[in-house]
């Protein structure tokens, strides 16, 4: 009989441990889309926490609203702002990256319908390890940030 109980036991801990390690080992909290005017890019803000004991890789993003994305991080080149791509971020265990104005940010181009203030937009982060993770932007004006 103890056994078998052992048995059940281990096969009970190894559901749990499966179902931990497939809930999500991320979090996105601060969503903010920055609308610009016509056909201006947009920029993706959020916080995104790697709340797991390993490494968490973003490698881009995709939304049905926007024909491009791609992840930028604008910089300070000899007191000229420019921006560069960013093609992967790895964000280390148990801290977290801010995608805000002036720094990382999502890059979104060419507009597939009109957007307005106020609007929700579901914009699908890609990681690494191939998670997708749909996170939900509202539009907002560059003035509210
Ligand atoms: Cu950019």
């Known amino acids: 009989m103890g056994l078998i109980n052992l048995r059940l036991l ?16 991320f ?9 610009l005017p016509g056909d201006l890019p947009a920029a993706g803000y959020f916080k995104l926490s790697n ?3 390993g490494p ?6 995709e939304s049905p609203a926007f024909g ?3 992840m930028h ?7 000229v702002a420019r921006m560069e791509p960013v093609p992967r971020l790895e964000v280390a265990p148990g ?3 801010e995608f805000s104005p002036g720094g990382y940010h999502l890059m979104l181009m060419k507009r597939q319908s009109p957007i307005d203030l106020g609007d929700e937009v579901t914009v699908t982060l890609v990681f690494a390890d191939g998670q997708r993770f749909p996170i939900i932007f509202e539009a907002v004006s560059p003035a509210s940030l």
């Open 10 to 25: 281990c096969g009970l801990l190894l559901l749990i441990l499966s179902a931990a390690a497939a809930a999500a080992d």
């Open 27 to 35: 979090k996105v909290t601060d969503t903010r889309l920055r609308l």
């Open 51 to 53: 709340i797991s004991g």
């Open 56 to 61: 968490v890789s973003l490698v881009g993003a």
């Open 68 to 70: 491009h994305i791609t």
């Open 73 to 79: 991080k604008s910089i300070q080149d000899n007191g």
């Open 95 to 97: 801290t977290s990256v």
